[in-house]
């Protein structure tokens, strides 16, 4: 059964940091492009960041740009997004997903065929 489970996420006061991971299985996502979206309340669901493979190209929602950085350890199968200089416009559940018949990261939730459950960060101002 292929999952893909996220954690480390909280609440953080605005200006602070957290790191959430998402870690793989049932199957090897050492090839996949991997991706990082969010849902605030009565939002649609949003790309925040995305990886290559190898990890050598990252993307970035510009609303994330210079604050958070997403890298992956494929010998763990596991994909991070270490966010700094939280805001409260940052609160959302985050969702890891994986998109594995591409090459290049998609920003689209239709491009990704496997999705963790999500991870609740808040940020209190």
């Known amino acids: 059964q292929v999952q893909l489970v996220e954690s480390g996420g909280g609440l953080v006061q605005a200006g602070g940091s957290l790191r959430v991971s998402c870690v793989a299985s049932g199957r090897t996502f050492s090839g996949d492009i991997m991706g990082w979206f969010r849902q605030a309340p009565g939002k649609e669901r949003e790309f925040v960041a995305g990886?290559?493979?190898?990890?050598?190209?990252?993307y970035y929602a510009d609303s994330v740009k210079g604050r958070f950085t997403i890298s992956r350890d494929n010998g763990k199968n596991s994909v991070y997004l270490q966010m700094n200089s939280l805001k409260p416009e940052d609160t959302a559940v985050y969702y890891c997903?994986?998109?594995?018949?591409?090459?290049?990261?998609?920003?689209?939730?239709?491009?990704?065929?496997?999705w963790g459950q999500g991870t609740q960060v808040t940020v209190s101002s």
């Open positions: 997903a994986a998109d594995s018949t591409r090459r290049r990261v998609g920003f689209s939730i239709q491009q990704y065929q496997f």
């Open positions: 990886i290559n493979w190898s990890g050598g190209s990252t």
